[in-house]
């Protein structure tokens, strides 16, 4: 084997060796990880070879063809998991605000986008360009983090997930247009949403009559169904490049028709490992694409749209989503999550500067946004909680516009005095619905707070005490009378959030029992430190009771045919009800079952 042979090789393996360096620091600094994956970008790349000027050293990659290639196929394997994983149906109560508000929001990012363009003297079309990549925020970005911290499915993270398929439909469209601005007519846009349904509906024609027998009649074969669903995904790429739009939304067309597949959570499995290399190869490849040199000359036309980016755009967003009725703490979370430009973007870049219609300045200017704006997106959620806590007063104003209702959405008895003795349940969206069932069977007194309007407006519609409010605000638990509550529950498996509502209720009420919730092992034992009387570990929970059920299943044959006549009915009861969803992970409804079934 010749040189020449294993340069591409050679390429990714010092991609792979320098992230996995730097992820190591990272880790151990308790940093996120894309900026990690960034650094080594810049290291590798040509560029930093370049400012130390070392005589016949390039780089240590210094061909990005294939780099590239594999950063592509990243972003596509991400949005394909992302379509196996999402539930159109999840996003029905959040629908609204992801419709109207992402059409507002990126009208006004982009409008912002143009006027500075405009400022800095640069020609129409290129504003309109600048303004297109300010307005789009990274689907593989923000879904990556939210899918880290398990926030994927929380209220945040479906409004999140919403306004970035939105925007996904938008980015198509907007990519169709100015890639034939040349010879631009009326016609176009009505082409490419054509073109954009055809292959949507394509996905769920697939989904219901053609991929259903197919699958099942290789369902006896995981490794042939991991096969299949990739050959799947690259149908729908070609069909979405032959059709003028990016891979990466053939690969999510592609994770939706098979989505509906019992075998959905295999392919995923085995799919999640492919979709981590070529996404760490991605974030390497933008810090190797960053061109050191043109930082100085563009630094004002940097810092002006950075800050639209980081500031202006995360605070359009913020206003938006708090008029559709959404409390002040999930607004500026999704506000600050969509605080970066798009993979998109670049690709909008790269398209104007081949077309001929934006010079490499602008490509380099969108790359430097890029890098900074995604960098600072991974701490802004990653520490949300804190900077909300911060700076909340000067969100506090938004309470006033808001012109969808929230305020009074509560169902209280009309007298303080008559909620005594009672448990209040922060957070009834997934395991909490399963308490509200069992105290509601056995006549318990209790009320429930929850921070999304679908959620207690359905509560009211069943009679059960409830209000809209944040537990994150002292007014709110004061309202539920918690100086006299017996029990406080938390099922929101936020440990900023439970450790604060600790700290309040033993300030007041010493004596109350409180249950809250978290994710790992470490997060409980430092809640018991701050004086919780129980934690619930979900996943630990649902390990004892399968196996409890082992147990049972070893000593009588009877048992399993009882464990399923139980659960049948269950099942049927919950459906008929349509209280729970039936999609949320296994480890929620093993501990309903706990609850229900004791």
Do not use: W
């Amino acid at each position: 084997m010749d040189v020449v042979s294993i340069i591409p090789l050679y390429g990714v393996g010092i991609v792979l060796a320098a992230a996995a360096v730097l992820a190591y620091f990272s880790s151990r600094l308790k940093q996120p990880l894309i900026p990690a994956y960034i650094i080594a970008g810049i290291i590798i790349g040509p560029e930093l070879a370049g400012l130390l000027n070392i005589p016949g050293y390039a780089g240590l990659v210094s061909d990005h063809t294939l780099i590239l290639t594999l950063s592509e196929l990243g972003i596509t394997f991400l949005l394909f998991v992302v379509g196996m994983e999402i539930d159109l149906s999840r996003l029905k109560d959040v629908g609204l605000v992801v419709t109207f508000g992402t059409i507002a929001q990126v009208f006004a990012s982009f409008s912002l986008g143009v006027f500075a363009a405009v400022y800095f003297g640069y020609p129409f079309m290129t504003a309109i360009y600048l303004g297109l990549i300010v307005a789009f925020s990274s689907t593989m970005v923000v879904i990556k983090i939210l899918q880290d911290k398990n926030e994927l499915d929380t209220l945040h993270g479906r409004i999140m997930l919403g306004f970035l398929l939105m925007q996904d439909v938008l980015v198509v469209m907007a990519l169709s247009v100015v890639g034939n601005i040349d010879h631009f007519n009326p016609e176009i846009i009505l082409v490419a949403l054509l073109k954009g349904i055809g292959l949507f509906s394509l996905a769920i024609v697939s989904s219901r009559y053609i991929l259903p027998s197919f699958i099942k009649s290789i369902s006896k074969d995981p490794e042939v169904i991991f096969l299949s669903s990739l050959l799947v995904a690259f149908v729908f790429c070609t069909l979405s490049h032959l059709a003028g739009f990016s891979i990466a939304i053939g690969g999510f067309l592609a994770g939706i028709s098979l989505a509906v597949f019992p075998y959905n959570l295999e392919i995923i499995g085995r799919v999640s490992s492919l979709r981590d290399f070529f996404a760490t190869i991605f974030f390497v490849s933008l810090g190797m694409q960053l061109v050191l040199a043109d930082i100085a000359v563009l630094a004002v036309p940097i810092l002006v749209f950075s800050f639209i980016v980081l500031v202006l755009k995360p605070l359009i967003t913020t206003t938006i989503v708090t008029i559709f009725g959404y409390e002040g703490r999930t607004a500026f979370i999704v506000g600050t999550g969509l605080a970066q430009v798009s993979e998109f973007s670049l690709i909008l870049a790269m398209l104007g500067y081949v077309t001929g219609v934006l010079p490499m300045e602008i490509v380099s200017l969108t790359t430097i946004i890029a890098v900074i704006t995604i960098t600072m997106t991974s701490y802004f959620i990653r520490f949300h909680n804190a900077l909300y806590s911060t700076f909340s007063g000067l969100f506090k104003p938004l309470d006033y516009v808001r012109l969808f209702g929230t305020r009074g959405l509560e169902n209280l008895p009309k007298e303080k005095a008559k909620i005594v003795d009672h448990i209040i349940i922060c957070g009834a969206h997934t395991m909490g619905q399963g308490i509200v069932e069992v105290l509601d069977r056995f006549n318990k007194s209790f009320v429930v707070v929850d921070y999304n309007p679908a959620v207690i407006k359905k509560l009211i519609d069943r009679g059960v005490h409830c209000m809209y409010g944040d537990i994150g605000h002292i007014e709110v638990l004061e309202k539920m009378n918690f100086k006299q509550a017996r029990m406080i529950i938390s099922s929101i498996p936020d440990i900023d959030d439970n450790k604060l509502l600790i700290e309040k209720c033993r300030e007041v009420n010493p004596n109350t029992d409180i249950f809250v919730t978290a994710n790992t092992t470490d997060e409980a034992l430092e809640l018991y430190d701050e004086g919780a009387d129980y934690v619930i570990l979900p996943k630990l929970i649902s390990s004892e009771r399968i196996g409890s059920y082992l147990g049972q299943i070893f000593t009588s044959k009877k048992v399993v045919d009882e464990l399923k006549r139980k659960e049948i009915i269950y099942l049927e009861r919950k459906k008929e009800e349509q209280i729970i969803d039936e999609n949320q992970p296994d480890y929620l409804r093993h501990l309903q079952r706990k609850i229900v079934y004791g």
